[in-house]
């Protein structure tokens, strides 16, 4: 069965410091994996998938196989970076589980 | 080109009774997925619908259906409500062309049970 976790429901940092949210996960055929991000009063949206391997908004994330995780990194936080994270695993063609979130709070 | 829209915004019934949730997919869109979304939860699957056939389920009871139309709108219904019923409940959509298909979400409709 597929599972993603994501560790941490609070994060907090403050604006420049470099953000890391955690995520791990559990599938057992080929996993692809995503990140969607809410901002307040905002619906769901994409914001980045590993088989681009794109850099959106300053965020990288890198599947790790061996570790089984797919991270979201950026190297210097903006306070409009605050907002709900939501990893997510693709299974059975298109279905999407999601973890329960982690919300970053960027602090002035 | 629209985005995905959902009706209504908010909902509050009584337990037992039944309910319909609306979902207009975004223009172009062949696929509709449906998630609830419990507080401080994330969206949980449902179920999907490609081309009006259910596409796949996920750990709900029968008493959550649902329906997509020819023009790819949707419903999710719901019987019998539940307490734990209560959720913000989200539709997706997408163009089901193959693996990576990313899913455009609607604003949701929150459902409170009484």
């Known amino acids: 069965a597929q599972r993603v976790t994501q560790p941490e429901k609070l994060l907090s940092v403050f604006k420049g410091a470099p953000v890391e949210l955690k995520c791990n996960y559990s599938?057992?055929?080929?996993?692809?994996l995503f990140w969607y991000v809410q901002y307040s009063r905002q619906r769901l949206q994409l914001l980045l998938r590993?088989?681009s391997r794109e850099s959106i908004k300053g965020f990288t994330a890198d599947l790790n196989k061996g570790e089984t995780s797919f991270h979201l990194k950026k190297p210097f936080a903006q306070e409009e970076d605050s907002a709900m994270y939501y990893c997510?695993?693709?299974?059975?063609?298109?279905?999407?589980?999601f973890g329960s979130g982690t919300k970053l709070n960027v602090k002035p | 080109e629209t985005g995905v829209t959902q009706s209504p915004t908010h909902l509050i019934k009584t337990r037992g009774q039944q309910v319909t949730l609306r979902c207009s997919s975004q223009?172009?869109?062949?696929?509709v997925s449906w998630y609830q979304q419990a507080l401080g939860q994330g969206p949980q699957f449902i179920f999907q619908?490609?081309?009006?056939?259910?596409?796949g389920r996920g750990n709900f009871p029968p008493r959550f259906s649902g329906l997509q139309f020819p023009n790819y709108s949707s419903e999710l219904n719901v019987n019998a409500l539940e307490l734990d019923d209560s959720a913000l409940y989200l539709c997706?959509?997408?163009?089901?062309?193959?693996?990576?298909?990313?899913?455009?979400f609607g604003p949701g409709t929150r459902l409170t049970v009484l």
């Open positions: 997706a959509s997408s163009f089901m062309t193959g693996r990576d298909n990313e899913q455009f």
């Open positions: 599938y057992s055929g080929s996993p692809e």
């Open positions: 590993h088989i």
């Open positions: 997510a695993l693709v299974y059975n063609f298109n279905k999407f589980y």
């Open positions: 223009s172009g869109h062949n696929t």
């Open positions: 619908y490609y081309r009006e056939e259910e596409n």
